[in-house]
């Protein structure tokens, strides 16, 4: 895609058309969250063992699974309605025990039941409006992925350059050499992400 990206938007644009190098902006964020989110359910399919229970895996690995069940969503809006705002209190509350007692419940049998290795993994990764530094580690600390080699630094002008277009902002079109620096920054990027993974791979 980053390779289309400049025959297109670079080397056939001869006429230096500066709204393709501003649609390129989109694109090759697009490239990279696209990159991120399918390595990263590569990962988190390779840890889910097929009949193992809940319990079995660490805690962040678990925690992940359990936003997606219906019961936590009751547990948190239960709660949410039992809690009084700006008081904090000891005191046992009807609807806070009404709340974590079901939840307990819950929580018992799913410990006990098989992660569905049939899930769709890709709806795991949490990527939020942006895959910025923040959110790569946070889904990486999950897995165990080190990106410590992964150089994130010019992360957030790609970020902020493809949010000021999506958002309608003040449109700054951006030069050739800036197009061009962002490509080989992203391609650099991609490459050593997947080093990461291909190490990650080769050990788990």
Same mark, same amino acid.
């Given at each position: 895609m980053l390779?289309? !990206?400049?025959?297109h938007c670079?080397n ?9 190098f501003? &649609? ?11 990159y991120?989110? %399918?390595?990263?359910? !590569?990962?988190?399919? $390779?840890? +889910?063992? =097929?009949?193992?229970?809940a319990?079995?895996? /660490?805690?962040?690995?678990?925690? %992940?699974?359990?936003?997606?069940e219906?019961?936590f969503? /009751? @547990?948190?809006q ?5 809690m ?6 000891? $005191?046992?509350?009807a ?7 079901e939840?307990?419940?819950? &929580?018992k049998?799913? @410990? ?5 290795? %049939? *899930?769709n993994?890709?709806?795991?990764? &949490? ?12 889904? +990486?600390? !999950?897995?165990?992925?080190d ?5 994130? *630094? ?6 902020n350059?493809?949010?000021?277009i ?6 700054d079109?951006?030069?050739e050499n ?6 080989d920054?992203? *391609?650099?990027?991609i490459?050593?992400f997947?080093a990461s =993974? ?7």
């Amino acid at each position: 895609m980053l390779d289309d !990206i400049r025959l297109h938007c670079i080397n056939n644009n001869t006429e230096k058309d500066s709204f393709l190098f501003l &649609m390129a902006v989109p694109v090759i964020y697009a490239a990279w969250e696209g990159y991120f989110r %399918l390595t990263c359910a !590569i990962c988190l399919r $390779r840890q +889910c063992h =097929v009949g193992q229970k809940a319990k079995r895996y /660490s805690g962040k690995y678990a925690a %992940l699974w359990l936003q997606k069940e219906g019961f936590f969503d /009751s @547990f948190l809006q239960g709660l949410f309605n039992a809690m009084q705002f700006g008081r904090v209190s000891k $005191r046992v509350n009807a609807g806070k025990f009404l709340a974590v007692s079901e939840f307990s419940g819950k &929580m018992k049998e799913w @410990f006990d039941t098989p992660i569905s290795h %049939l *899930s769709n993994f890709d709806e795991l990764v &949490m990527t939020y409006s942006n895959v910025n530094k923040e959110v790569a580690t946070l889904n +990486c600390d !999950i897995i165990g992925l080190d990106v410590t080699n992964v150089d994130f *630094s010019k992360l957030n002008e790609l970020l902020n350059r493809r949010n000021e277009i999506a958002h309608g902002g003040l449109l700054d079109y951006p030069r050739e050499n800036t197009i061009s620096d962002l490509l080989d920054y992203t *391609s650099s990027l991609i490459d050593s992400f997947h080093a990461s =993974v291909e190490t990650w791979l080769a050990n788990s």
